[in-house]
T-cell receptor, first 117, second 110 residues
Framework: NAGVTQTPKFQVLKTGQSMTLQCAQDMNHNSMYWYRQDPGMGLRLIYYSASEGTTDKGEVPNGYNVSRLNKREFSLRLESAAPSQTSVYFC????????????????FGPGTRLLVL | RKEVEQDPGPFNVPEGATVAFNCTYSNSASQSFFWYRQDCRKEPKLLMSVYSSGNEDGRFTAQLNRASQYISLLIRDSKLSDSATYLCVVSLSGTYKYIFGTGTRLKVLA
């Protein structure tokens, strides 16, 4: 299993450009998430999808849109990039920890480092 | 007040030392608790879930105190490879959301 994969790994954009960050998971998880991580701020939730066909705003959704394409894939789109969106973006999915625990936990992709000039 | 608070550190300890981190959470509806490890420029990875009765995994021991709303992580016999940032995470009952602390940085020195 590849777990959670993200593309691209790095990206440089100019202000106003658009791009889509791709995320896929092969663990058959229902829930998927997009976070951004900035120095001193910790991980902040942008959007999440509790199940295929649903999406909800997180803590910092402004400037972003998402699409839950199917159970495996959850993409994040920046329509008009701004320097404030320079960050590291992590995708995650959640499912039960192997070993039979009754609660779910999160598994992360390797991240996308985005620089907006 | 932040929902999940951690001392940012850094904690600089010699190899072989025992080190403990605490984390406090503000929402009494918090349901599940975790410690994640994050290496520099890498993704967070689950270190261990935290059970109500406390739990141990090798050199790592996690404890939960619901009455005082804090969780702790104890690392015994620290190794150089334990150097990382440790994230405290709680999930809220009835939601799909996970709340992350900003992390505690650990440096184990030779």
């Amino acid at each position: 299993n590849a777990g959670v994969t993200q593309t691209p790994k790095f990206q440089v954009l100019k202000t106003g450009q658009s791009m889509t960050l791709q995320c896929a998971q092969d663990m058959n998880h229902n829930s998927m998430y997009w976070y951004r991580q900035d120095p001193g701020m910790g991980l902040r939730l942008i959007y999440y999808s509790a199940s295929e066909g649903t999406t909800d705003k997180g803590e910092v959704p402004n400037g972003y849109n998402v699409s839950r394409l199917n159970k495996r894939e959850f993409s994040l789109r920046l329509e008009s990039a701004a320097p404030s969106q320079t960050s590291v973006y992590f995708c995650a999915s959640s499912g039960r920890v192997q070993g039979g625990q009754s609660w779910e936990t999160q598994y992360f992709g390797p991240g996308t480092r985005l620089l907006v000039l | 007040r932040k929902e999940v608070e951690q001392d940012p550190g850094p904690f600089n300890v010699p190899e072989g030392a025992t080190v403990a981190f605490n984390c406090t959470y503000s929402n009494s509806a918090s349901q599940s608790f975790f410690w994640y490890r994050q290496d520099c420029r890498k993704e967070p990875k689950l270190l261990m879930s935290v059970y109500s009765s406390g739990n141990e995994d090798g050199r790592f021991t996690a404890q939960l105190n619901r009455a005082s709303q804090y969780i702790s992580l104890l690392i015994r016999d620290s190794k150089l490879s334990d150097s990382a940032t440790y994230l405290c995470v709680v999930s809220l009952s009835g939601t799909y959301k996970y709340i992350f602390g900003t992390g505690t940085r650990l440096k184990v020195l030779a």
